[in-house]
């Protein structure tokens, strides 16, 4: 039995995040939400009134940006400046925001640095856009999540409406499309199934049913004979 790395990509409001976090909850892994890193990115940046990227200022406005992750259990919780944020980063502007920071280089690099250490022992579960292709390659097991738009409006619209974030499906359905379009589109990290990636549509699973498949896959990696 080995620790293995999981990468979960693909498109926003698939199930992702939740999917990555039941599955280290069956495995006894850490879950790694990328995308939460340039939520609180963006966060901190909101915080400065900046609500759209301009290259120039961005370094001097990014100095005293300090990011800290720190393990509870599964869960991996996150600390911008000594502040502990969750629901804040679920924002529909947060997710505008750190869609249009993640075509930052340097501040892509430096995340990715920090996935990368957070995950070099193996044992985690790590979803966003770029980990299989970019941040590990080599990972064991890599998925990529897709569903129909009319699905992920649904279940983002209903999530927001849970949280007590006021939106329309009208706008859920904008927001989606417009992220869709600039993560596939830019240059750096662009969203991309590894060529090595299993598809996962969730159009019409539930989440413990996707739950169970990742993790099927999973355990038939982590229980095979080691190569002698
Ligand atoms: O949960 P949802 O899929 O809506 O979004 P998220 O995973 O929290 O990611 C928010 C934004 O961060 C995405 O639209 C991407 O632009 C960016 N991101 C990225 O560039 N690379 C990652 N590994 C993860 C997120």
Redesign the pocket.
């Given at each position: 039995m080995r620790p293995i790395v999981i990468a979960i990509d693909g498109y926003?409001?698939t199930g992702?995040?939740t999917t990555a976090q039941g599955v280290a909850e069956l495995l006894g892994y850490l879950h790694i939400?990328?995308?939460?890193m340039?939520?609180a990115a963006a966060w901190y940046l909101l915080q400065k009134q900046v609500r759209h990227i301009d290259e120039e200022n961005l370094p001097e406005l990014m100095s005293s940006f300090s990011l800290d992750m720190e393990r509870r259990g599964t869960e991996m919780l996150i600390y911008v400046n000594g502040k502990l944020l969750r629901d804040e980063l679920r924002q529909p502007e947060i997710?505008i925001l750190?869609?249009e920071v993640?075509g930052i280089a340097w501040l892509r690099e430096r995340l990715i640095r920090e996935q990368r250490r957070l995950g070099e022992k193996g044992g985690i579960v790590m979803?966003?856009?770029?980990?299989g292709t970019v941040?590990f390659p080599q990972a064991d097991l890599k998925v990529f999540m897709q569903a129909d738009i009319q699905a992920r409006v649904e279940r983002?619209y209903k999530e927001l409406i849970a949280q007590g974030i006021p939106t329309t499906r009208e706008a859920v359905e904008k927001e989606l499309l417009e992220?869709d379009q600039?993560?596939e589109t830019r240059p750096i990290?662009p969203l991309r199934r590894a060529p090595d990636a299993r598809i996962l549509d969730t159009s019409h699973l539930t989440i413990p049913e996707q739950i169970a498949i990742v993790t099927k896959w999973a355990e038939v990696l982590i229980y095979a004979p080691s190569p002698s």
């Amino acid at each position: 039995m080995r620790p293995i790395v999981i990468a979960i990509d693909g498109y926003a409001a698939t199930g992702k995040s939740t999917t990555a976090q039941g599955v280290a909850e069956l495995l006894g892994y850490l879950h790694i939400d990328s995308g939460a890193m340039y939520r609180a990115a963006a966060w901190y940046l909101l915080q400065k009134q900046v609500r759209h990227i301009d290259e120039e200022n961005l370094p001097e406005l990014m100095s005293s940006f300090s990011l800290d992750m720190e393990r509870r259990g599964t869960e991996m919780l996150i600390y911008v400046n000594g502040k502990l944020l969750r629901d804040e980063l679920r924002q529909p502007e947060i997710g505008i925001l750190a869609s249009e920071v993640s075509g930052i280089a340097w501040l892509r690099e430096r995340l990715i640095r920090e996935q990368r250490r957070l995950g070099e022992k193996g044992g985690i579960v790590m979803d966003g856009r770029d980990i299989g292709t970019v941040v590990f390659p080599q990972a064991d097991l890599k998925v990529f999540m897709q569903a129909d738009i009319q699905a992920r409006v649904e279940r983002r619209y209903k999530e927001l409406i849970a949280q007590g974030i006021p939106t329309t499906r009208e706008a859920v359905e904008k927001e989606l499309l417009e992220r869709d379009q600039r993560d596939e589109t830019r240059p750096i990290s662009p969203l991309r199934r590894a060529p090595d990636a299993r598809i996962l549509d969730t159009s019409h699973l539930t989440i413990p049913e996707q739950i169970a498949i990742v993790t099927k896959w999973a355990e038939v990696l982590i229980y095979a004979p080691s190569p002698s």
